[in-house]
Structure formats: structure tokens, C-alpha cells
């Protein structure tokens, strides 16, 4: 299994209190297959995403990521993990504005020490897996916002991750372009073989998709069913 998470459970301080963003969540995506996440804003969405992500150990529970049980790491190996096992789309793509679509892509291996000339023919070849060669030249000002977030996809793949954890990628597009964005994550899951977390308000374009669970409450569980 590329992605686990047993039994997380995750509170924040309020207060004297403790809030409760995660109650005894249990999420497995294997490798190649996309899971849905939904559910209103405040649910746990982003919650379960940033513990997945490793960037937030929970209070009890276990995250195993491509084998690897997290809970015992330090903070310098769980930084390491990021970098070669976990790809991130987030909500706004956050391009350089003066970088080319290519050199968008190359800086993620650069940061992971990789050899530049084959950062440049990974960086081509992930354009290319996202219809975007052509554009390999250009900057974010002379891309429409659905090719930004193409490039935002491309660049989470980089450095070959086991999972990949999307940020609601629609939001800012058209109905077509979303739809456009759900179609090339889907396929990009099974050629890559990631693992993947699609956090979404959108269910529009959900059918394809090998699991849809729902949050709510910090609970998971089938989209619809009662909460007790």
C-alpha cells in the first residue's frame, strides 16, 4: 500500500479545551488509485491532508508512506521523505513568475540535488505527459490558468513521489478546464502509479474515480452515511 493512515487522530488547542480536527480516521490508497476526499470547508479536509503530507504529527495514529511508518522519523528525515516519496498540487499553482514552464519543474530537482541535464529531460518529458511541450518556453503570464495548473501537477511529479495529495485543483477554473484537470489526474495516477488524495468541493467530475469518502465533523466515512 503506497499511502496509510490507521487510526489518526488529530486535536488543536481552544481555548482551555482541545478541538477535535481528526477523530480515529483510517484512509488506505494504494498505489495507482485515486481517492476522493469531500466534505464542507471546516470539515478536516486540509487537516487530513497536512498530516498525510507529514507536516503535522498527530496525536495518536499511524501514517505509512510507500512502507515507511512515519511515527517514529525526526523532523530532518520526515524532510527527506517529502522531498523523494510525497508530490503536493496545491489549491493556487504558486509559479515563479520569472521562470519558464520547464524551469518551473527543474528547481524541484535542484532542491533534491539531482544532475541538471536530467532534470531538464524530466522536466520535458512531464510537460509532455501533461500536453504541455509546446509551452515548455514560456512563463506564467503568457499561460492560461488551466495550463498554471498543469504545470502545478508536472511539478509535484518530479522527483517520482509514491503519493500524490491534491489541494482542491478546480477551484479557480470553468467547469470544461476543471473537468480537464479531474481526466489528466486520473490518468496521470495510473501511468505514474501514485497513490492519490484528491481533496475536492467539486463531485462534478468524481465518477471515475476508485473511491469517494466523505469528512465531516473531522469523521470519514461513505459519502452520505449518518454520523452518530
Known amino acids: ?28 490508497v494504494p498505489a495507482g488509485c485515486l481517492t476522493a476526499v469531500i466534505g464542507p470547508s471546516g470539515s478536516g479536509k486540509s487537516s487530513l491532508l497536512a498530516v498525510a503530507a507529514t507536516l503535522i504529527r498527530p496525536d495518536r495514529g499511524r501514517v505509512v508512506i510507500d512502507g515507511t511508518d512515519t511515527t ?32 518551473q519543474l527543474q528547481v524541484m530537482a ?11 529531460g524530466r ?38 513521489p509514491a503519493v500524490l495529495l491534491v489541494d482542491e485543483p478546480t477551484s479557480a477554473l470553468d467547469h470544461e478546464r476543471g473537468a480537464a484537470v479531474i481526466e489528466l489526474l486520473l490518468a496521470l495516477t495510473r501511468q505514474r502509479a501514485t497513490a492519490t488524495v484528491l481533496v ?3 463531485h462534478a467530475h468524481l465518477d471515475a474515480a476508485d473511491g ?6 473531522g469523521r470519514l466515512g461513505p459519502v452520505g452515511a449518518a454520523r452518530p
Open 123 to 160: 522536466a520535458r518529458e512531464l510537460l509532455a505527459a501533461v500536453g504541455l511541450e509546446a509551452q515548455a518556453d514560456r512563463r506564467p503570464h503568457q499561460l492560461s490558468g488551466g495550463q498554471r495548473q498543469r504545470i502545478n501537477i508536472a511539478r509535484a511529479l518530479m522527483n517520482e
Open 72 to 103: 517514529g522519523l525526526a523532523p530532518a528525515e520526515l524532510a527527506s521523505l517529502r522531498r523523494t516519496s510525497v508530490g503536493t498540487v496545491f489549491q493556487q499553482p504558486n509559479l515563479l513568475p520569472s521562470l519558464t514552464a520547464a524551469e
Open 200 to 202: 475536492t468541493h467539486d
Open 1 to 28: 500500500m503506497s499511502l496509510e493512515l490507521t487510526d489518526v487522530t488529530l486535536t488543536y488547542p481552544d481555548g482551555e479545551a482541545r478541538l477535535t480536527a481528526l477523530d480515529d480516521v483510517s484512509l488506505t
Open 212 to 217: 469517494i469518502t466523505e469528512v465531516r465533523d
Open 110 to 120: 535542484h532542491l533534491d540535488g539531482r544532475s541538471p541535464r536530467k532534470a531538464r
